[in-house]
């Protein structure tokens, strides 16, 4: 668990190992913001504390995340919290932009939109994108396309505001985004790449900036409890 610089942070370790079907449950601040909460895999803290003791997701601290660094090593999947935002809201999402490694979910009891990536990407996660790779050489990570730097440049990062995908490049192009639409036109061999995420996790930041399909708000007046689960049944 990591919380963005300069917020107030919740009164609770900042990394925990557990067993298969077990859970913790701990108090955030109401305006607990920039939070996010992660899965590791294949750690061993033993002999290597550092952000290399887990094959992906480690943090500097080790078992313990740093609180000032301690943010996962890509590629790893994200639950993200921005709580009593503006206009009396709490923010949240499931994210890949630093890629996936283990399905999410995020639940609450209030009603609100229970945003996902439920389906295991590893196995067929295309090629440019899989890895690292557990001690048999299974895959136990999709890095995303940016992380991947797939074109040496990483210009995967420009595609911020785009409609995924665009329904109508030429009247895209003629009404409003120009520039924007050359950047699509460009990395368009990179959208299959992209799509992998989205198709498979709707509900789910694929690239940044992807408020529209991926954000969600529940009231912060609601008070609402929220339950990540690791590996939930899709």
Not at 90 to 96: A, G, M, P, R
Not at 154 to 160: A, G, I, K, M, P
Not at 175 to 186: A, G, Y
């Amino acid at each position: 668990m990591f919380t963005a610089p300069g917020n107030v942070k919740p009164n609770f370790t900042t990394g925990w190992s557990a067993a298969p079907n077990t859970g913790v449950t701990f108090t955030v601040p109401d305006n607990w913001q920039g939070g996010r909460i992660w899965g590791r895999r294949d750690c061993d803290f033993s002999t290597n504390p550092g952000p290399n003791s887990c094959v992906d997701g480690g943090c500097n601290g080790g078992l313990v995340c740093d609180p000032v660094t301690g943010t996962g090593v890509p590629p790893a999947t994200l639950a993200e919290f921005t709580l009593s935002a503006g206009g009396n809201t709490d923010f949240y999402d499931v994210s890949l932009v630093d890629g996936f490694n283990l399905p999410l979910r995020i639940d609450n009891n209030m009603g609100c939109t229970a945003p996902e990536c439920a389906v295991d990407l590893n196995p067929n996660c295309p090629s440019p994108l899989k890895g690292p790779f557990d001690s048999s050489g299974a895959p136990v990570g999709c890095k995303s396309a940016c992380f991947a730097n797939l074109d040496g440049n990483q210009r995967l990062q420009h595609l911020t505001s785009v409609k995924f995908p665009p329904s109508n490049l030429n009247s895209f192009h003629n009404r409003k985004f120009p520039k924007l639409l050359l950047r699509v036109i460009r990395y368009a061999r990179y959208m299959p790449k992209l799509c992998y995420f989205k198709n498979n996790c709707p509900t789910a930041y694929a690239y940044p900036y992807d408020d529209a399909t991926a954000l969600f708000t529940c009231s912060s007046s609601k008070s609402a409890n929220f339950k990540v689960t690791f590996c939930p049944s899709s």
